[in-house]
């Protein structure tokens, strides 16, 4: 491990401290079933045919209520017990790990058994297709920026010419990325038209890979269908990828379906699974439509869209975390050279304000930290580890009303100063107090090199130190870590030290 993914790792550990509440990942609630079934066959020192019965109907049970398609549930429990009820199985030395193993290897086959690269060959021409809400003209736009840090050159063309302001949206969005952008004549209604008209502008661009917005529906109808049919006969695309709403459940299997046999879905972008639906539609799309699913959108914003990995998705259910992802996010989002600056002021006892700053916005580059708690093994299943963007801004506004002298150094925050920046930030004084109090708790654990390789290490090499099958709790620590202050919640609300 490099020394910056270690500074990370410290510091991502330091400002758990600071926030306030974890939000509900997707298919947790299949996470937390799934998690229950299996500890159950662990904790059996043999497993006979009528222990896997009742492991396979709770699974069923879990698998069906995440909103996963009846058929492929059916086929992927029918998989599970025939190789789970084998000889060679039950009569392992520890039956209920080879159990949760080929549970594993047949959800990633379910869910496409290996990434599907985006096809660039040809004339380079990506067709988004999909219904209104799912999220098109902003996964457009996502998908130039993942196309741009490819080193590709992305080129937008508007042919939404129905919703209002469709059009606007994406030019402003492309603006913000700098990419060229094709739309239509004011007045246009024609996409048919509009799209023969971006040929040609294409052509004048020099090469590039071009994404076409196209429009969408309330639902699937046959003016949509046949609309598109005449846009792929004239755009000839290399890709067409459907965007589809995860948290619509089964309803956006039958709409991948539908537009599948219409136009030809050669892929799909699920959308929305930031938020807490039940998500089995992810589960069911490969089966049901034969189409990939071939990134994920896990954000409102434009860098918020990943390159869907069956194998870390399963991994990520199963509650074995996605470490690999992680550290690619950091790779790409943190400056090396200023992680080892931080790491070095950390070991030398000079960490300030201005640093603590500093690292709490390099976290927040790296996405919602609730997500990224999710790729540790064994965190994603706890709720309350005190996780809230809110709860940033606060101390963000808290560091940013002291002056720079007080941001050096601390200790010179009297009782006069505290109240000014409690006035300039909008925060309670108590809340500043909170805050300095705890960051001064920190500042004595940083010192304490022993805790603090401890912590890091039991974070990288698998799962925190002390929380032996997910149920223990964060270890007593030398150097005061078991005293650290309990946050309870939010910004404004009561808190024990």
């Known amino acids: 491990m490099t020394a910056a993914a270690r500074a990370t790792a410290k510091e991502a550990l330091a400002q758990g401290r600071f926030l306030a509440r974890v939000q509900v990942?997707?298919?947790s609630a299949l996470s937390e079933k799934l998690e229950l079934t299996f500890k159950k066959l662990r904790g059996l020192g043999r497993i006979s045919e009528s222990n896997i019965a009742d492991a396979m109907r709770e699974i069923r049970l879990a698998v069906l209520e995440a909103d996963v398609d009846f058929t492929v549930t059916k086929n992927l429990i029918e998989a599970v017990r025939t190789q789970a009820v084998g000889e060679e199985v039950l009569r392992t030395v520890s039956p209920g790990q080879q159990i949760v193993k080929i549970f594993q290897d047949?959800?990633?086959n379910i869910l496409g058994g290996g990434t599907t690269a985006l096809n660039l060959g040809g004339n380079q021409r990506i067709l988004m297709v999909g219904l209104n809400g799912a999220g098109k003209t902003t996964t457009t736009a996502k998908l130039a920026y993942w196309l741009k840090k490819q080193g590709k050159r992305p080129l937008l063309i508007a042919l939404d010419l129905y919703r209002p302001a469709a059009v606007q949206?994406?030019?402003v969005l492309a603006d913000s990325l700098g990419a060229p952008i094709y739309c239509p004549e004011a007045g246009e209604k024609d996409p048919v038209k509009a799209a023969k008209a971006s040929l040609v502008w294409l052509e004048q661009q020099g090469g590039g890979v071009a994404l076409f917005d196209t429009a969408g529906r309330q639902e699937v109808d046959d003016a949509l269908l046949d609309e598109l049919k005449k846009v792929v006969s004239i755009v000839a695309p290399s890709e067409t990828l459907l965007v589809a709403d995860a948290a619509t459940g089964q309803q956006a299997v039958s709409v991948a379906s539908k537009f599948h046999s219409a136009v030809g879905v050669s892929g799909l972008i699920m959308t929305k699974l930031d938020g807490d639906a039940r998500g089995g539609?992810?589960?069911s799309m490969r089966q049901v439509t034969g189409c990939p699913v071939k990134f994920l959108g896990v954000g409102e914003k434009v860098d918020q869209l990943e390159v869907f990995h069956p194998d870390r998705m399963a991994q990520r259910i199963l509650g074995m975390g996605d470490v690999v992802s992680l550290v690619e996010k950091a790779a790409q989002e943190i400056d090396e050279k200023e992680a080892m600056n931080m790491a070095k002021r950390m070991q030398e006892a000079k960490f300030d304000f201005n640093d603590f700053l500093s690292q709490m916005r390099m976290m927040k580059r790296l996405g919602p930290l609730e997500g990224l708690l999710g790729?540790?093994?064994?965190?994603?299943?706890?709720?309350?580890?005190g996780v809230s963007t809110?709860?940033?801004?606060?101390?963000?506004?808290?560091?940013?009303?002291m002056t720079a002298k007080e941001r050096t150094n601390p200790d010179i925050l009297n009782g006069s100063r505290r109240k000014r920046i409690a006035n300039g930030s909008g925060r309670p004084v108590v809340e500043v107090n909170q805050m300095l109090k705890q960051f001064d708790m920190m500042r004595k654990l940083m010192r304490n090199k022993g805790a603090m390789a401890q912590m890091a290490g039991g974070l990288m090499g698998g799962g925190m130190p002390g929380m032996?099958?997910?149920?223990?709790?964060?270890?007593?620590?030398?150097?005061?870590?078991s005293k650290m202050p309990?946050?309870?919640?939010?910004?404004?609300?009561?808190r024990r030290f």
């Open 486 to 494: 309990k946050f309870r919640g939010g910004g404004g609300g009561r």
């Open 468 to 481: 032996s099958g997910m149920g223990g709790g964060m270890p007593k620590m030398g150097g005061g870590f």
């Open 106 to 108: 047949e959800l990633v």
């Open 390 to 401: 809110d709860r940033m801004k606060h101390v963000e506004a808290i560091i940013l009303s």
């Open 25 to 27: 990942p997707m298919l």
């Open 169 to 171: 949206q994406l030019k």
């Open 281 to 283: 539609a992810l589960l």
């Open 375 to 385: 790729m540790l093994p064994g965190m994603g299943k706890i709720k309350d580890l």
